[in-house]
């Protein structure tokens, strides 16, 4: 840790028992590092019965949440709105001691750290997303939010290049550092090897294309339709949560396969099991601050990927095979099956690069920086 910070508070928007993402990994990998940290959410008072979970997370790693009035409730009334945020900063403001590094996951936290610099060692924004474009219909102003945290921030981090220059605008001296998501390398590396019992429970025999991850709107749906019915004989293993996707005609066919959620501890096997891993995002605008955990996911098992033209992809240069259309998508994945694209050579290329881009690095890369600041 920097000189002078000797603990980290998370201000999360996910429970750490929950999808187990960016966050969550950061936190861990600070832990692992050896600083004590507490990771916190906003949870609505009527869910207390959540505190008293048992859940599994690391040793040096606390978790709290702070209280507030269910929103619909607070939305309609400002007065309610007003205690939530009162009630917020009240909870934090124990944990914000000279010692201590905050890192907020998102602008819902901007009140609650509004004129607390001073009494915190840092604030670090840590920005993976453009929270006001996948969210419009959100009950905050999240671009406000965001332009109130920037400004509080001793430091942002960010995922993509296009999320940088967006703070910028906001606050042209804010220190901004590159920060891409990772995979916890060791924990995935340990999965190499277990994904052909899995393929032998669920009776998938010939190659598998697989894919990922939230299959949810920003999938697209007919290029995986093309997939299937170009390629028969090839597997098509679609693993995680289904939510506003219409899987109707990809459910009629014979050769793809739906999982639904996966734990977080059986991501690595299923990984394991693909031949190919499938990035088919649609070609949205959203898609441009788009730097998904799940590259490297699949980089850390050796896996040749596919992916759709979206702009952070070519970073990862001969690691990813772009294609330009779904036609185009077809005869990549058929591409990537050939025993070129699985030498030894190639797949530890890919391994390598993801040992290079792990949680535990990510954490060093902050506090280089904080040292530097």
Known sequence: MPEGFEKVVHLAGSRFSGSYQRPQALATALCEKGFPS???????????????????????????????????????FRILNRFNRFAERMRIRPWLTKDCLVIASGPAWADALEGEKAACGAIVYDCFDDYAMIAPDHRLDLDALEAKLVNEATLATVTTKALG??????????????????????????????GLSLRRRMGISGP?????????????????????????DVTLLLCGPIRGFDAS?????????????????????????????????????????????????????????????????????????????????????????????????????????????????????????????
Not at 48 to 65: D, E, F, M, N, Q
Not at 215 to 225: F, P, Q
């Open 38 to 76: 507490i990771y916190a959410i906003h949870m609505p008072i009527h869910r207390v019965y959540t505190s008293w979970r048992k859940i599994a997370h690391p040793p040096g790693l606390r978790l709290k949440s702070a209280w507030e009035l269910p929103q619909p409730l607070a939305c309609r």
């Open 208 to 232: 598998v294309a697989g894919f990922l991850g939230a299959i949810r709107d920003w999938v697209d749906e007919s290029l995986l339709y093309q997939l299937a019915t170009t390629l028969p």
């Open 165 to 194: 220059e967006k703070l910028r605008r906001i606050r042209a001296d804010v220190p901004i550092i590159a920060l891409p998501n990772a995979v916890e390398f060791a924990k995935f590396r340990a999965g190499a090897g277990t």
């Open 249 to 373: 005609r990809l459910e009629t066919l014979p050769n793809v396969r739906f999982t639904g959620m996966v734990p977080y501890e059986q991501v690595p096997e299923h990984i394991d099991a693909f031949d190919v891993a499938l990035v088919p995002f649609r070609l949205i605008e959203r898609m441009n601050t788009v730097n998904s955990n799940k590259f490297y996911q699949y980089l850390s098992l050796g896996k040749p990927i596919v992916t759709v033209d979206i702009p952070n992809v070519h970073e990862f240069g001969e690691l990813m095979l772009v294609a330009e259309d779904a036609e185009h998508f077809c005869k990549k994945v058929r591409m990537a099956l050939q025993a070129t694209y699985r030498t030894p050579e190639r797949v530890n290329a890919r391994i390598a690069y993801a040992r290079a881009n792990s949680w535990l690095s990510r954490a060093e890369t902050i506090l280089a920086a904080l040292a530097a600041a």
